[in-house]
């Protein structure tokens, strides 16, 4: 028996996936990179909370080598970034 789900509503089970598929990808993207903030004498390359993330940066150009980066990755993937 296969069960239908109303189209708006998404399973546990594929929000699971989807976070750590992205989870995944967000890690492969930054081992390439070394553009980074420090905070608290830590080296920060991105802040998570929830199902958001923000990348970080000292620069502007860094920031766009970090976006170019997780683009290319996410692309591997077969995923987009949504940008807001």
């Known amino acids: 028996m296969v069960e239908e789900y109303d189209k708006?509503?998404?399973s546990p089970l594929s929000?699971?996936?989807?976070?750590?598929?992205?989870?995944?990808?967000?890690?492969?993207?930054?081992?390439?990179?070394?553009?980074?903030?420090t905070?608290?004498?830590?080296?920060?390359k991105?802040?998570?909370?929830?199902?958001d993330q923000a990348m970080v940066a000292a620069t502007q150009k860094?920031?766009?080598e970090i976006m170019a980066v997780l683009h290319n990755t996410s692309q591997e993937y077969g995923?987009?970034?949504?940008?807001?």
Request: hydrophobic share 45%; no cysteine.
């Open 79 to 84: 995923m987009r970034i949504k940008l807001i």
């Open 39 to 44: 905070v608290g004498g830590r080296n920060v």
């Open 15 to 37: 929000s699971l996936i989807s976070t750590l598929s992205s989870e995944e990808l967000v890690r492969e993207a930054m081992e390439k990179t070394q553009e980074s903030i």
């Open 62 to 64: 860094g920031l766009q």
């Open 46 to 51: 991105a802040v998570r909370f929830a199902d």
């Open 8 to 10: 708006d509503v998404r």
